[in-house]
């Protein structure tokens, strides 16, 4: 079946302990990209990769790193969280050159 | 960058027909897009439209294009409570990082 899967899909931690968050597809997507969810907000894009070993900033990349080492992986990386990155994240992946974005499930993510 | 604003909620009866509205900024986008996202779960692609076209209909969605007033909406005929979720409007951004821009979605509720 053809799927984007994150994991955890639930998580608390705290403030400033390192946490990853891995996203894998199955699909052979060269682009992938991680966007965050807030309410009222929508979604806006953190990082995105258009092929392996080629990342760039989205909208709102503070506090976040990301690797494209392989094509089918794509992990998000807090190195210090904070709690407004309390937050629903979501990774996705595309075919082609439209919008058209396979979304995984979300990462709920609670910083205290 | 491009702003894309939704009314956040919308009540309709079981069997009525749904529109929801959305108002965009960029007229450059090449694509606009409708995602849906049930509880506990990712977007999902519902349609899309090309810039230069007015309408497009798809079994029970019809999505209108108007660029002068930028303004778009998604019909969904013989609304269902399987129809109850939150749908997000998106623009695709003219900036080589095929990264959209949502609205902050609306909540569709569908009464028996």
């Known amino acids: 079946e053809a799927q984007v899967t994150q994991n955890p899909r639930y998580l608390i931690t705290v403030t400033g302990k390192k946490l990853t968050v891995t996203c894998s597809q199955n699909m052979n997507h060269e682009y992938m990209s991680w966007y965050r969810q807030d309410p009222g907000l929508g979604l806006r894009q953190i990082y995105y990769?258009?092929?392996?070993?080629?990342?760039d900033k989205g909208d709102v990349p503070e506090g976040y790193k990301v690797s494209r080492k392989e094509k089918r992986n794509f992990p998000l990386i807090l190195e210090s969280p904070s709690p407004n990155q309390t937050s629903l994240y979501f990774c996705a992946s595309s075919p082609g050159l439209t919008g058209e974005l396979f979304f995984g499930e979300g990462s709920r993510l609670t910083v205290l | 960058g491009e702003d894309v604003e939704q009314s956040l909620f919308l009540s309709v009866r079981e069997g009525d027909s749904s529109v929801i509205n959305c108002t965009y900024t960029?007229?450059?986008?090449?694509?606009l897009y409708w995602y849906k996202q049930e509880p506990g779960a990712g977007l999902q692609l519902l349609t899309y439209i090309f810039s230069n076209m007015d309408m497009k209909q798809d079994q029970r969605l019809t999505v209108l294009l108007n660029k002068k007033d930028k303004h778009l909406s998604l019909r969904i005929a013989d609304t269902q409570t399987g129809d109850s979720a939150i749908y997000f409007c998106?623009?695709?951004?003219?900036?080589?990082?095929?990264?959209?821009?949502f609205g902050s979605g609306t909540r569709l509720q569908v009464q028996p």
């Open positions: 990769s258009m092929n392996v070993e080629v990342t």
């Open positions: 960029d007229s450059s986008s090449t694509y």
């Open positions: 998106a623009g695709e951004e003219d900036t080589g990082r095929r990264a959209l821009t």
